[in-house]
């Protein structure tokens, strides 16, 4: 999950732009920081579309916040993303660190942008333990500074093709890492900038 939170032990710089003749003002501040929240959900929403992180759009679909949490003196409320990948988009991937990337999404990833021709985007891996232990095989002869097995040449069908191929990309990302394109930081300096008056103008929707 990726998110940023926005809690603070003492919320009085906020607190006194709210008039002081207001009956509820509790639920003024609320009303304020959950409709600021709503903006910065929209602020990564912008960001992830301007990092081109968007293929299906699922990223940016599945940004959201949490409902605020209130007492006297603390006011919690989280805008995340809770898809496994979403950490990956904002803070990268380091080199040769942690497993390498699952091969299903990156099928559909693929298929989605054309790379490869024969194999469905969201295939059951189940039915294809011939094609995928092929792939595999050829890949671990090619670290050992070889190709394909030796003896007659023939063609590769085209499923193993397919799985070759995400397999060789799963290869460079796990060795070369992703750099990070920081969405969700981008949004919130930003956002945090106008905390105060932003807060401060909802509240006076309420006046």
Known sequence: MAFF????????????????????????????????????????????????????????????????????????????????????????????KGKPPPLAPLIGWARRKGIIKRLPANPSLNTLREELAASAAIIKNMGRGGGRSGGKKTPLDPVTRDLLIVRLIARKIFEQGIVGRHPFTIAFFRKKATITSDVARMVELLT
């Open 5 to 96: 939170r926005i809690k603070k032990g003492s919320l009085a710089r906020i607190r006194e732009r709210i008039p002081k003749e207001m009956k509820d003002r509790e639920r003024a501040l609320v009303f304020g920081l959950t409709a600021w929240a709503d903006d910065a959900v929209a602020e990564v929403q912008s960001e992830i579309q301007s990092a081109g992180a968007i293929d299906q759009g699922m990223l940016i679909g599945a940004t959201t916040r949490s409902e605020p949490r209130v007492d006297s003196d603390r006011l919690k409320i989280s805008v995340f993303n809770p898809l496994e990948y979403a950490p990956v988009v904002e803070f990268g991937r380091r080199p040769k």
